[in-house]
Structures are given as C-alpha cells and as structure tokens.
C-alpha cells in the first residue's frame, strides 16, 4: 500500500466540490486519483493532478483507486456501493446509506465478505455546535437530560428546478437528506430509540417529496425532538437542551460548510472556530451555585472522518462511523414513514 491512499470521488456535484474533495485534497494521508464528472468539466481545473473521466467504470478499473466515494443520487447508492466492494475497492458511502434496511445489509455482508472498509459520511457528528452538546450531556451540566430539542431549518420557498432531490421517484425528501444528520446525532447521544412517532408533510405548492417533519426518538429517560423545514426565513434554536439542574440554548450552524463553499482549505489553527456571537447560552446550577454564561463552541473537524477512516484501512483501528450505525438512521426513517402512515407510534424492538 502506497503511503497516501488513492481515492475515486463518483461525482462532482455539490457534495463532491464542496466537501469531498476539499476534504481528501487536504488530507496528508489520501490522493485524489480520478473524478467521475459526466457532463462537465469543472474539475480539471480545480484538480489538475487527478484524472476526470465520465464513467464509473474508470473507478472501477484503475489500481490506482482503493478507496471509492458513492456520492451519487440517493437511489444509486446501494448498486454503485455494490459494485465498488465487488471490485475490491473500499468504500464511502454519502449519506443516506441507503434506501432501504435490506439494501443496507446486503453491503453490509458484501464488504465483511470481501474484507473491505464500508462506511458512511455522517459528517455532521463533526459540527462544533453538536460536539459542544455532546460535551454538556457527558459532563451532566444540566443535571439529568429531560428534554433534547434539534432543529435543522431552511429557507426554499420554490422547488427547485432540474435536481432529483425534488422529484418523489428518487425516494428522497428531507427525512433522507437533513434527518439522516440529525438521526444520527441523536443516536449518537442517546443510542437506538424505543420507538418512533413521526410526521411528514409536504407543505410547498407543487412539492413531489416531504419538506417539512417532526420527529420523536423516544426513550426511557429523556424526549426527544428532531424537527426541520424548508419554510422557515427566521430560524430559531438549533439546539434545546433541558434538565434537572438547567438549560442550554445554541443558535446558529457550524461554519465549516460555508467556508468550504468559500474556497477555504480545511485545517489550521482556527479551522472551525465559530463567532463567540453564535456561542450557546447555559443557565445552570454547578456545586450548588447558579450559573449563566456562553458557552464558547468547540472547533468542529470533518477531517476527523477520514482520519477514522485511515486508520481503519491501515492498521484496523474502530471506525468512527460503522455501518450497522448508518444502518439503524434507515432503519428509523423507515419506521417514521410507517408511522405518517398509519399515524401510530411504532416500536422498533431488538435488532
């Protein structure tokens, strides 16, 4: 093995110029080998020093690529996946995962099968503000957690044209794109749910997909709210956090996508360090005394995912995002869709 891992990126659109390639080109243990861009030609000139091809096949057959990005459309990415581990090659899976539990097993077995690293971008474990909140709920500083509120809003009051991401044959819709973050998230925090009650609706004129959802994680201890839409101009906390002691507000997003989208090389000393103007407020009681002040947010990292996934392919190490992992935020979207159809609360069970 080569000392920097090659790597195959399967698209160019945005999540390929925005994070993916910024993110390996940055990265002292990665080369970024070939680009799939079908139809453009952007990324030659962005990339000089890897190989734009129009076809999925050139990834498949350079030896040069051990590592591939399945940053495809949705609904492609259990075949493309598929074909990667069957050609030897590790694999990334953008998130969502899949479509589908079932889809999400089989590469499961497919990767442990041809020994080969799968897993999956869940970027967003990386963002400052949820590290801050991770680190609030580990150090008990609002006592016992009794309420967990996220909220990932934005604002698109039109459907936006000529993008599958619009269009109901895709099996997309925003469950898929910000809840499979914020599923994630919660899981992360507070492990598999119980169960799920969930709504979806799709609230913009001549919408195909579901723009709008709420959703409860519930737990034996602790409710859990995951919300977002897309008609939201004004937004509100990204975080709520109440418990026997105290409460903790955060405003704002983490600023690495927007400097990614600036141009910004990932890393430095101040790499995703946000504004103290955006830090979290905590109104508390510690040792007995109250206490309320900003928190200032810790410095978000998405590196730190391909970190993990370097050290998995080179010396074995526990991936920070495991599939079984990605595969439990389907397994909950599909339960959310169950229960917007039968308007019950559904109860996951063991698995």
Same mark, same amino acid.
């Given at each position: ?28 243990n ?14 030659s000139?962005?990339?000089p ?6 076809s ?27 074909r ?11 998130k ?18 041809? =020994?080969? $690293?799968?897993?999956v +971008?869940?970027? /967003?474990?990386?963002?400052? *503000?949820?590290?801050?909140v991770? #680190? ?17 809003d ?6 936006q ?34 169960a ?10 001549? =919408?195909? $997909?579901?723009?709008w +959802?709420?959703? /409860?994680?519930?737990?034996? *201890?602790v409710?859990?709210?995951? #919300?977002?839409s897309?008609?939201?101009?004004e ?16 405003y ?8 990614l989208?600036?141009g ?29 002040a ?10 730190a +995912?391909?970190?993990?996934v370097f ?24 339960t ?16």
């Open positions: 093995m080569p000392d920097r891992i090659g790597v195959g990126i399967a698209s160019f659109g945005m999540s390929g110029k925005v994070f993916h390639a910024p993110l390996l080109t940055h990265h002292e990665f080369r970024l080998v070939r680009i799939i861009e079908r139809s453009t030609s952007d990324a000139s962005l990339y020093n890897s190989t734009v091809s129009r999925i096949d050139d990834l498949l057959t350079d030896s040069d690529v051990e590592l591939v990005v399945v940053n495809t459309p949705d609904q492609t990415h259990f075949e493309l996946a598929k990667c581990l069957e050609a030897g090659k590790h694999v990334v899976v953008e969502p995962f899949t479509q589908t539990v079932e889809q999400g097993e089989e590469l499961i077995r497919l990767a442990g099968k041809n =020994g080969k $690293v799968l897993t +971008f869940q970027n /967003r474990r990386w963002d400052g *503000d949820f590290l801050t991770r #680190r609030i709920i580990e150090r008990k500083l609002l006592g016992q957690l009794v309420d967990f509120e996220s909220r990932y934005r604002y698109r009051n039109y459907i044209a000529g993008t599958w991401k619009e269009r109901q044959s895709s099996g997309s819709g925003l469950l898929y794109n910000l809840g499979s973050h914020m599923i994630d998230q919660a899981m992360v925090l507070f492990g598999v749910p119980v799920v009650t969930a709504h979806l609706k799709t609230m913009r004129t001549g =919408g195909e $997909v579901d723009d +959802f709420d959703v /409860r994680l519930h737990y034996d *201890d409710n859990v709210a995951i #919300r977002s897309y008609l939201v101009r937004a509100g906390p990204r975080f709520v956090l109440h418990g026997t002691k105290g409460s903790f507000v955060k704002g997003i983490d600023p690495q996508e927007e400097a989208k600036q910004l090389a990932p890393g430095g000393a101040h790499w995703g360090k946000e504004s103290q103007e955006w830090w979290g407020l905590i109104n508390t009681e510690i040792d007995g005394a109250s206490k309320k900003t928190v200032e947010t810790r410095p978000g990292n998405y590196s +995912f391909y970190d993990s050290n998995r392919i080179t010396a074995g190490a526990p991936l920070a995002v495991t599939p079984q992992e990605a595969l439990n935020v389907i397994r909950v979207i599909e959310a869709k169950r229960t917007e159809q039968t308007k019950q609360t559904v109860f996951l069970g063991r698995f």
